[in-house]
Structures are given as structure tokens and as C-alpha cells.
């Protein structure tokens, strides 16, 4: 992040532009919007200025002083703007606010800025800049535009609404984190219904009610959401899964979780790893049950994040029913499963009319140290095999399959940590399969799927991560 994103108080605060020109009308009249007092240093102004100072609106905030730059017209103003077309003036007032350690922004020369000028999305109260740290202002209007079209004028009456009722809940709920939960219900249902419907009467007379007859107690009951994360891009998430993930006091994350998924995680909660892996398991699954039971019994939120799909090799049937065997409120959010994320993002459909018309999920975790599979209802004719964890038994279940009738030359992919951009495919055989893996050494979690299917991956690869050059047919 090249510049952090604040918002400064300018109500009655000194600011300098200097500039008569078009951009630095635009700057002046940015600053008047903000309440703040405006001066225009420049031997002569353009109309869009001379308008400016002739708005009542604006009288006795903005003022034209008729003059070139000099550094002795900067003394303890609050925000200094150069916005001329002459490089050097730019300079001098660069110079001169920085000599008076005071904030300056140099249009269109990043590197003399303190501060940039974001593009604004403005529903008063509530404000929405976008930004592209000076490298591309048209991208960052564009990307404005598209958020005029999302969010209605509507929202500028709700944040009016909730302002003028925020002390009222205050008094009525003394702790945080029950103010927190009743303006999440309130903003999440009727009351914003209303508002954004147009019916401004009943939203203050919903919210009223709301404010009257909301028991503290019901504010303080903890909840578990099961969320799956699903196979790692985080575009893959369900709305639910991003709204539950907001509302999160607690996070229990496992190593298939991304790092761009977590970072959708509310800023504010607190993160607590609880990955596993083959032969360490950092918590063991009954000490997880443990901590959800326990966190959600503190009265908190907690979020179990966990990758792919919670009821597909996830134990997510395990950790719930920890939580309904004591009465615990909690909800289930189903994610995208490895098998059919991966295999969509490697350009392999599961199923396909001349090639498969059944797809089968296994395990390949070994027990005791050998595969506990049902052999023969897998080599079965026009059927897919997607196999979860099974690197390690990759050469059993190699061997194993091909002791049961599957022919050697089964085409069989590898898929490396797909949807993400370390994504890499395999094509290879059944019985190559092994081998192969030995030389690539491919990286946890790699998906491996068998069938006829694999083959329309040359032909079908859409998603292009990094590494061009990781496919190859045997």
C-alpha cells in the first residue's frame, strides 16, 4: 500500500490552491465541498473560478488573492495544492510547504505528493474514494462509476438516519460488541429496507421499535458459521460466505484456506490457525471442536473457515455436531469443492457425454499405511476419479487400480494448488503417474484426477496462471 487512506477534518480549516486554471478550479471547489476555507493564489483565473467566487454559496470561504506564488503566502494552512502549468511554480510551492512541514499535493507529479486526491463517491454521510495511488486517475474513475451504480443515493438518507439514532443505542446498549451485532441486524434488514424503498417514516419508526424492544441478552448469544472457502480464488466465494465472514469476532482458519481469502476476513477479528497436515497436526480435531464450543459459549461469533466444501473431506459433520449436542446456534455455508473448482480451472469437466458419465470422490490419506478403498466400484467404464490428499499413496493407488482392471495407459491429470496463480497441470497416464510426481515433486494440495475426460485438457485450458509450461502429455 503506497499511501494509507484517511480522511481529514477541513470544516473551517485554512487551505492554499495555486493554479487559475480548469484542474485547479476542480481542486478548489473539492476542498470548498469539505467545508474547508479556500484560497487561490494566481495572477489571473479562469471562469469555472470566477463562477466559484461568485457563489453565494460559497461566500466568505473562497478567496482570490490576484498575485504569483511567493513562499511567504504559506503560513499554517492545513492542506497546500499546486495546480499550474508551470513546472516550476510547482516546485516552489512543493519547497516552500515542505520547508513549513506542511501537507502538499503537486497535480499530476505523485512523487511531489504528501497526499493524493481520490476519486469520490460521495452519499453524505457516507463517503467512498477510490484510488490508484496516482498511476492511473481514469482507472480509478472507472471503478468510481461502477460503484455509483451499486450504491443509491438511498444510502446517504440511511447514514443520516443511523447518525441521528446512534446515541439513543449507545445509551441502551453499553458494550461494543452489542451496539456492533443490533446495527449489523439493523443495516441487514427492515430498517434499510425501508429506507432504501423509499419509506423514510417507517425506517425511523422500525428502528424505534427495534431500539425499544431489543433485550441485551439477545445481543450476547454466540454463533458458529462453517464457512468453505472454497479451493482458493477468492472470487469462488458465496455473498453469504463474505457477509458471514464480516461479521466474525473469532476466525479458525486451516492451511487450505488462501491468503486472499483470509485477507476478506473482518479487520478486526481475531485470526487463530488450526491447519493439519500429513502426520502434524497443529490441533488436533477434537481440540477444535473444543474451541468452537468454548469461544462460542463466550458469547462471540466464530467463524470456521475451511477450504473447499466443509461436508466434502472437510469433518465438518464432526464439528457441528459437537456444537447441536450443546445447544449451539450455528450455520453451515457450503464452498466450491477442490474436485470441481480445480478440474474447472484446468479446463477438465468431471462429467462429458463421450468420455464420462459418472464422477466418483475419494480420500487418499492412508490408513495405517495403506489405502482403504473399494477397488472394483472405481475401475468402472465412463467414469471420473477425483482423489483428495493422495500424493503420498499415489503409487499404491496406482498400482492398486491397475491390479483391478484399469488399462496402464488411463489418462490421469496431477492439479498443483489449482485456481490460484501457482496453479500448474500434469497429463500424464495411470500408471506413469508416480514417476511423474517424483521428478515434479508438485506441492501441497495437489488434486489428482483419472478418466477419459483429462484429456480434453490441452484442448479446453482456459485459466492462465504464471507458469505457462507446466502442462505435458505422455
Request: neutral net charge; contains cysteine.
Given at each position: ?7 481529514i477534518?477541513?470544516?473551517d480549516?485554512?487551505?492554499?490552491v ?31 473560478t ?17 498575485a ?79 460503484l ?44 434499510a ?32 458459521y ?22 466474525a ?23 487463530v ?23 462460542a ?28 449436542d ?22 477438465i ?40 490428499m ?81 502442462s505435458?502429455d505422455?
Open positions: 500500500m503506497d499511501y494509507l487512506p484517511i480522511f477534518d477541513l470544516k480549516r485554512q487551505c492554499v495555486v493554479g487559475g486554471g480548469e484542474i485547479a478550479a476542480r481542486k478548489a471547489a473539492l476542498l470548498l465541498k469539505a467545508q474547508a476555507k479556500v484560497t487561490i493564489i494566481a495572477p489571473d483565473i479562469a471562469e469555472p470566477r463562477q466559484m467566487l461568485a457563489d453565494s454559496q460559497w461566500a466568505g470561504r473562497v478567496f482570490w488573492l490576484k504569483v506564488f511567493d513562499k511567504h503566502h504559506l503560513y499554517q494552512q492545513r492542506i497546500v495544492i499546486a495546480a499550474t502549468d508551470d513546472n516550476e511554480v510547482n516546485l516552489a510551492v512543493y519547497r516552500a510547504a515542505k520547508a513549513k512541514s506542511l501537507l502538499v499535493n503537486v497535480a499530476d507529479e505523485p512523487e511531489l505528493c504528501d497526499f493524493i486526491l481520490a476519486s469520490i463517491l460521495d452519499r453524505s454521510p457516507i463517503v467512498i474514494a477510490v484510488s490508484s495511488g496516482g498511476q492511473s486517475p481514469i482507472l480509478a474513475r472507472n471503478l468510481r462509476a461502477r455509483e451504480t451499486l450504491i443509491p443515493p438511498a444510502y446517504s438518507r440511511l447514514g443520516d438516519l443511523v447518525g441521528r439514532y446512534r446515541e439513543a443505542v449507545k445509551v441502551k446498549f453499553s458494550q461494543l460488541a452489542q451496539r456492533r451485532r443490533f446495527w449489523e441486524s439493523v443495516l441487514e434488514g427492515p430498517v429496507d425501508h429506507m432504501l424503498a423509499g419509506r423514510e417514516a417507517l425506517a425511523e419508526q422500525t428502528l424505534q421499535t427495534l431500539i425499544d424492544n431489543t433485550a441485551d441478552n439477545a445481543l450476547q448469544q454466540g454463533e458458529v462453517l464457512v468453505g472457502a472454497g479451493p482458493g480464488d477468492p472470487d469462488l466465494l458465496t455473498f453469504k460466505a463474505l457477509r458471514l465472514m464480516q461479521q469476532d473469532v476466525v479458525f482458519y486451516d492451511r487450505l484456506v488462501s491468503k486472499e481469502v483470509l485477507a476478506l476476513v473482518r479487520r478486526e477479528a481475531e485470526l490457525y488450526v491447519g493439519k497436515q500429513r502426520a502434524w497436526h497443529h490441533k488436533r480435531q477434537d481440540e477444535i471442536n473444543f474451541l468452537l464450543l468454548e469461544h459459549k463466550q458469547g462471540r461469533r466464530v467463524l470456521r473457515l475451511k477450504g473447499g466444501d466443509p461436508f466434502i473431506f472437510g469433518r465438518g459433520g464432526e464439528e457441528i455436531a459437537t456444537l447441536a450443546n445447544k449451539i446456534p450455528f450455520q453451515v455455508v457450503p464452498g466450491i469443492t477442490a474436485a470441481s473448482g480445480c478440474a474447472s480451472y484446468a479446463g469437466p468431471l462429467t462429458h457425454r463421450d468420455y464420462s458419465q459418472s464422477c466418483v470422490f475419494v480420500t487418499g490419506q492412508l490408513k495405517e499405511g495403506e489405502l482403504d478403498l473399494n477397488w472394483q466400484s472405481l475401475v468402472q467404464p465412463r467414469q471420473t476419479i477425483v482423489v483428495y493422495g500424493l503420498v499413496g499415489l503409487p499404491e493407488l496406482s498400482q492398486q487400480l491397475q491390479a483391478h482392471g484399469m488399462r496402464a495407459d488411463m489418462p490421469a491429470a496431477l492439479v498443483q494448488q489449482g485456481t490460484t496463480e501457482n496453479q500448474k497441470v500434469w497429463i500424464s497416464t495411470i500408471a506413469e503417474l508416480p514417476e511423474l510426481a517424483e521428478r515434479e515433486q508438485p506441492v501441497a494440495p495437489t488434486l489428482v484426477i483419472i478418466g477419459e475426460v483429462t484429456r480434453l485438457h490441452n484442448s479446453l485450458s482456459w485459466f492462465n496462471p504464471a507458469d505457462q509450461n507446466a505435458i505422455q
